[in-house]
């Protein structure tokens, strides 16, 4: 009996599946849909339309770029809350009792099966399925650039953030290093370099396993919430962006 029922939506969705773009755009936190057997978690709905749930905007971002780049794009369909994407199975943040300041009924005591019924039924699919390209384009020499795109709250536990958007990177600085250097050039925004997140091994998955391990170029970036929580912003910054990301191709080192 699989643990996704029927009704409930694929674990994840892929866009231009056959894009001609190097780039491989990656959404970890795209939904905040929850499998019907988890029900709501405990949780108003009100709670699962903020941040806690989902990173606010970034999948319309994201859907824009692949649209103009014509790039391949995996979302998750499921909310972090039932199991994050991008944290390793097993981990204290992989499946949370807590979010910020709020306490996550329905994730109290999740035994360890049901924790790997839910790694089997929503995380491994959907990193198979990234891996999966990984592997096609390297067996075809052709190029992978890995773009992890996120979203972070304007003010955290009562302190603003001033960065518009900043760039993630790890141990693999190359497209990170490049998208910054754009991203600063552009008038009127303050970009973080590394901020108010850093990728490691331990707070992070897709990034690491998908790009580190592998030598594909990678970075994450992330967009402050409140500039992209509607059509408009997202369209925005679509725009913005798209095209930076076709320089940066030109000037990324080997």
């Given amino acids: 009996m699989s643990w996704l029922h029927a009704n409930d939506a694929p674990p994840f969705t892929v866009e231009h ?11 970890d936190h795209a939904s905040r849909r929850l499998p019907s057997r988890l029900d709501r978690l405990g949780l108003s709905e009100e709670a699962l339309e903020t941040h806690i749930a989902w990173d606010i905007g970034a999948a319309g971002v994201a859907h824009r770029l692949a649209d103009t780049l014509d790039a391949f794009l995996i979302m998750t369909n499921y909310s972090r809350l039932a199991i994050d994407c991008n944290r390793p199975p097993g981990s204290a943040d992989s499946i949370v009792a807590r979010s910020e300041r709020t306490g996550i009924p329905g994730n109290r005591d999740v035994s360890g099966e049901e924790a790997e019924a839910r790694a089997i039924a929503l995380f491994h699919p959907y990193h198979d399925r990234i891996r999966a390209e990984l592997d096609a384009r390297r067996e075809r020499k052709r ?71 592998r030598c594909v170029p990678n970075a994450g970036l992330e967009i402050r919430q409140d500039l992209i929580a509607d059509a408009d912003g997202q369209g925005a910054w679509a725009a913005r962006l798209a095209p930076l990301l076709e320089q940066a191709l030109a000037k990324l080192p080997a």
């Fill in 143 to 213: 190029s992978a650039v890995l773009l992890a795109l996120h979203s972070f709250t304007p003010v955290y536990d009562g302190v603003e953030r001033p960065w518009h958007a900043s760039l993630l990177y790890g141990g693999d600085s190359r497209l990170g290093r490049v998208l910054l250097e754009l991203l600063r050039a552009e008038p009127g925004l303050n970009i973080g370099d590394n901020e108010p997140y850093a990728v490691s091994d331990l707070t992070d998955y897709s990034i690491p396993v998908h790009g580190e391990r």
């Fill in 17 to 27: 599946p056959n894009g001609s773009s190097p780039y491989v755009l990656t959404c």
